[in-house]
């Protein structure tokens, strides 16, 4: 056999088989374009009862395969489009990774991005009710890295680093109204007064003003004997 000859009955895709890659290489010679088709539809259908581990798969993808194992030169009206020769084999592109150090790995890159973003807000009272929700995703990281040693003022420190002292919130409110604290379900619309919008899900949690919230238990009428 000379060098530039392909060889006869090559299988293209040996996970069909070679039947499978003769009956492909059959409907190629049919000269009749609808009676191609019609082979073609009828192939795809065996190879899903031949190969049941392919039912799961999209029709697309054993329509690629037939056109594959036709060389790409079957010719068929055909449900999807014959994909390009030149992306077969084609290496996918390599996701760079994010430039830069995260300075704190513990709260990964999302928390330095957060605050980057509650930098910019001009508002102070917004910049606020961000900050707070900031801090209480980094207690929550915090708590989950290192559970022993903890507390506010070590959120607030590190708030301080990551905005290069631009974000800024008093401890001693922090603390007295646990402005950080997760469990606490907080409303952050600055239009929205916090102690009334939760007041139906929170019993006699603190907000942020350190007023006690109404415990639904009072609203509660008693049942009637």
């Known amino acids: 056999m000379r060098d530039n000859e392909k060889p006869i009955n090559k299988v293209?895709?040996?996970?069909?088989?070679?039947?499978?890659?003769?009956?492909?290489?059959?409907?190629?010679?049919v000269p009749d374009q609808e009676k191609r088709t019609e082979y073609a539809f009828a192939l795809v259908e065996l190879m899903k009862q031949l190969?049941?581990?392919?039912?799961s798969e999209s029709d697309q993808k054993l329509w690629d395969d037939m056109y594959i194992m036709s060389d790409f030169e079957l010719e068929v009206d055909g449900p999807f489009p014959m994909?390009?020769?030149?992306?077969?084999?084609?290496?996918?592109?390599?996701?760079?990774?994010p430039e830069g150090e995260v300075k704190f790995k513990h709260y990964g890159r999302n928390i330095e991005k957060l605050i980057e973003k509650a930098i910019e807000i001009e508002d102070d009272e917004e910049q606020e009710?961000?900050?707070?929700y900031i801090g209480q995703l980094m207690r929550s990281f915090h708590s989950t890295w290192n559970r022993e040693n903890f507390d506010d003022a070590i959120i607030l420190e590190d708030i301080k680093t990551l905005s290069k002292g631009k974000l800024h919130i008093d401890l001693d409110k922090v603390k007295e109204n646990g402005l950080f604290e997760t469990s606490m379900r907080r409303d952050f619309k600055s239009n929205v007064n916090a102690s009334t919008s939760n007041s139906n899900n929170n019993g006699g949690r603190r907000n942020f003003s350190g007023g006690k919230r109404r415990n639904n238990n009072q609203n509660s009428k008693k049942r009637r004997n």
Do not use: C, F, R, S
């Open 12 to 29: 293209i895709l040996k996970e069909y088989g070679k039947n499978i890659q003769k009956l492909v290489d059959y409907i190629k010679t």
């Open 129 to 132: 009710i961000a900050l707070i």
């Open 83 to 97: 994909p390009l020769k030149e992306l077969l084999g084609k290496k996918p592109k390599t996701v760079g990774y």
């Open 51 to 55: 190969n049941p581990q392919l039912k």
